[in-house]
């Protein structure tokens, strides 16, 4: 028995509008700042001497954990996007180097670790532990492998990938992460790592060196996802560039102005050929008048900009407001999705010589993105 | 349109309809969510800690402090949101105040005692509107002779509405109730009538700033968000109990956590909301260890809120919390404590031993860092709290701080409940 054409175009139409209602529910961004996870994301990683590259010195300090209880094994990469002459600021005729240096650590069961971006950690069972009397006891601990120290100055992005002991990528999601970054006068932010999830399924992983994140079966990703998407659409509560903060005025201490710094990484990575990625990033910006506004950027291999020197229309004489939604997306599904961080600057005093306070926040994801973003390992020895 | 007649027509038209039904449900489980979440957008908000203290001297340790509070509206429809303070600020017995200070003062003869004291307030908020106040100071439609450095509400009908006449009207959002001040801030989305609905569209950060004239601190978190069980998943009836998580009810899972309906072949889960976290967990410097960078002793502060709340009879829930606390010697030590209703301690204080002789304090664990898992006790009574969430806050003497969100892991079968005052406001 056949229905007629009518017919079944119109159960289609029905059966399709029932499929769409359900999927406008919007599915959240699956990459997790609160959940363990089997790749680490850390956009901003600074470590600069002198303040050259970032006005004032910086270090950071990286903390993992092994959330389970057997042993993990981890291949970290740090990107260098340090302009090409470090010396002088970046910009289209200085290009950042994305320079990418891997090493390898391993943690025993539940073991937290950390170390300081600009020294390293050594393998050196003569540390000394902390006691009453001694508190600087930085290397105790069952030391997780020889890590590198970053170059002075550095400022880029660290990933590290969870792995098994072939070194080929294990989706256990045993791994958690926090940055610090530090001023030597003691202020500090501090944020979660973004993590990806790795999806535990017969079909969806082949262990080579290509890690799919999100979208379906392709060319690159014959097994499909093996992680979690990136998300569709970050989202960013925050100040207007310049605007005053309420509460150095509620408390009528002096003038104040607050600056955004926004710092995106692109999903893809390629570290076996170092071919940096590159996304172009779409702004749309709501004040507290609920008016819409827009522009755009690019971003290749990593890009930290305040929101000023992204475009004019963030800051507060153009907004009109002192708060705004931030909502970012690629241009294209063809190109890479993204994940990021924000930090805020508060600075109080005269613009000349300002006090300064810096606060880090993770930002929000909205959706996953249709396309596979793809992670290029360099081939195992 | 044809009509199928026969029998096995009906059976292929059924059999078609369940495949569809079943991919639209397949679609829609993939969006569905099973964790709160402190990266996405959701229909409950919880900001764990709020202090406010511009009194003159301050009481609090740090000097004079504020919060801000930033909600956005991710959604391009308006949301109503009701909000809770719980102001968990402790005052002498002797009625000299609040002691909020360190080393606690009540004189001359009086204990320091936690208080739990509930107020609300609703706040309407148009499509993709970001708003923001001051805990000290609330927050009103914006007038012409406002003070420009209070955040206000800006849209108004009779003033100047939204492009799309939205606007705030009917907000008020009230001053927390008292200076100082530390406690809580719950946010649930609600219609206009104050029912409670499955829209997760609030995000939310806080930011402590303190300032003096010769120093300026800030740290943010962002809130914790427990996300509304959506469409096919949750038996849904908006009163004024919201369950978080549970179990399911017959099946073949049935006793086991559920989020949503297809985790109980069989049977129905209870849940409307997400489940809150079985476990948190910390990584954190030990207390008094030094910072490698700054070369300052590093503190560390936990704020603890149940999942479970009682809004309408203003009972605080007790809630028996276990640490399990790894040094990077991957040894480990164990302590418990009980939280009501709120809890902020010095991570080196929870076991109660002195600063040096604590299981938190770095020369006990002898490592820099620590990676602290804690867990809530639950049991089926409803007069205990479950579940908790919270953030953590790191200080550096003399120097700077920071906050950041706690991590989790895995759901359990016993629910939360939020249980809202009758009648709306």
Request: charged share 15%; proline share 7%.
């Amino acid at each position: 028995m056949k229905g007629s054409a009518s017919g079944v175009i119109a159960r289609w139409g029905v059966a399709m509008s029932i499929v769409l209602a359900v999927t406008a529910v919007r599915a959240p961004g699956d990459v997790t700042t609160e959940r363990s996870s089997s790749i680490l994301i850390f956009p901003k990683v600074q470590f600069d001497s002198t303040g050259v590259q970032t006005g004032a010195p910086v270090d950071t300090i990286i903390q993992i954990s092994n959330t389970s209880n057997s042993m993990v094994f981890v291949h970290c990469f740090y990107v260098n996007a340090v302009p090409e002459d470090p010396s002088l600021p970046p910009g289209i005729l200085n290009p950042p180097q994305c320079q990418e240096i891997d090493f390898s650590i391993w943690l025993t069961k539940q073991q937290p670790t950390h170390w300081v971006v600009s020294s390293g950690r050594r393998l050196d069972q003569t540390d000394k532990s902390c006691t009453k009397d001694f508190r600087g006891c930085s290397g105790a601990g069952f030391d997780p492998g020889l890590i590198p120290p970053v170059s002075d100055p550095f400022a880029g992005e660290l990933k590290c990938i969870e792995v098994d002991s072939s070194g080929a990528p294990s989706k256990g999601n045993h791994l958690k992460g926090e940055v610090t970054l530090v001023t030597p006068a003691g202020d500090a932010s501090k944020y979660n790592a973004i993590g990806v999830l790795g999806i535990n399924s017969d079909q969806g992983s082949n262990n080579d060196n290509t890690l799919c994140l999100g979208g379906g079966r392709s060319s690159q990703c014959p097994s499909g996802a093996e992680y979690n998407a990136c998300p569709e659409t970050v989202i960013l509560n925050h100040f207007a560039e310049n605007a005053t903060d309420p509460v150095v005025e509620e408390l009528d201490n002096g003038q104040s102005r607050v600056a955004t710094q926004l710092t995106l990484v692109p999903c893809r990575e390629d570290f076996e050929n170092q071919i940096p990625a590159k996304v172009t990033v779409q702004f749309q910006i709501t004040n507290e008048f609920e008016e819409l506004f827009s522009t755009s950027t690019t971003v290749t291999c990593w890009s930290n900009l305040t929101l000023g020197a992204i475009a004019r229309v963030f800051d507060v004489g153009f907004l009109g407001t002192r708060f705004a939604q931030t909502r970012m997306t690629a241009a294209t599904d063809d190109e890479s999705g993204f994940v990021g961080v924000a930090e805020e600057f508060h600075r109080q005093g005269p613009a000349a010589a300002p006090l300064v306070s810096r606060a880090a926040l993770n930002l929000h994801g909205e959706g996953v993105r249709p396309n596979s973003d793809t992670i290029v390992l360099p081939e195992a020895p | 349109m044809h009509v199928r007649t026969g029998r096995l027509g009906m059976l292929k038209q059924a059999a078609w309809w369940g495949s569809v039904s079943v991919a639209a449900a397949c679609i829609a489980l993939s969006g569905a969510r099973a964790d709160v979440t402190s990266d996405q957008a959701a229909a409950i908000l919880v900001f764990p800690k709020l202090v406010v203290d511009t009194s003159v001297p301050p009481e609090t340790a740090r000097g004079p402090v504020d919060t801000l509070i930033r909600v956005s509206n991710t959604s391009d429809r308006p949301i109503t949101m009701w909000c809770f303070y719980v102001n968990a600020t402790p005052h002498c017995t002797n009625g000299t105040g609040s002691c909020l200070s360190t080393p606690v003062t009540c004189s001359p003869i009086g204990a320091c005692k936690a208080e739990w004291q509930e107020s609300d307030f609703v706040v309407s908020i148009t499509a993709r509107q970001p708003i923001a106040w001051l805990a000290s100071q609330g927050a009103v439609l914006c007038q012409e002779n406002d003070n420009p450095a209070v955040p206000c509400l800006p849209l108004s009908a009779s003033g100047r509405p939204g492009p799309k006449g939205q606007n705030n009207d009917g907000s008020r959002i009230s001053p927390v109730p008292e200076d100082p001040f530390i406690g809580e801030l719950k946010c649930i989305a609600v219609d206009q009538n104050n029912v409670p609905v499955e829209r997760n569209d609030l995000k939310g950060e806080a930011e402590i700033i303190r300032s003096t004239a010769t120093s300026i601190d800030v740290e943010g978190y962002n809130a914790v968000g427990v996300p509304a069980i959506l469409g096919l998943n949750a038996i849904w009836n908006g009163d004024n109990t919201l369950v978080l998580g549970g179990s399911c009810n017959g099946g073949a899972n049935s006793g086991l956590p559920c989020s949503n309906a297809s985790s109980c072949p069989g049977g129905t889960c209870a849940a409307e909301y997400s489940s809150c976290p079985n476990i948190l967990i910390l990584d954190h410097f030990f207390d008094g260890a030094l910072d490698p960078i700054s070369q300052r002793q590093v503190t560390t502060d936990l704020t603890l809120v149940p999942c479970s709340e009682d809004f309408a009879t203003q009972v605080p829930l007790t809630t028996t919390v276990q640490f399990l606390v790894f040094n990077e010697f991957e040894q480990r030590l164990s302590t418990s404590r009980p939280v009501t209703c709120f809890q902020e301690f010095h991570i080196s204080d929870i076991d109660k031993a002195s600063k040096d002789r604590s299981i938190f304090s770095a020369a006990v664990q002898g490592t820099l860092t620590g990676q602290t898992r804690i867990r809530g006790v639950a049991d089926q009574d409803q007069a205990h709290g479950h579940a908790l969430l919270g953030v953590a806050e790191e200080f550096r003497a003399d120097a700077g701080s920071a906050a950041v969100n706690l991590h989790f892991q895995g759901i359990r079968p016993q629910s939360d409940f939020i249980h809202l005052p009758a009648g709306g406001l």
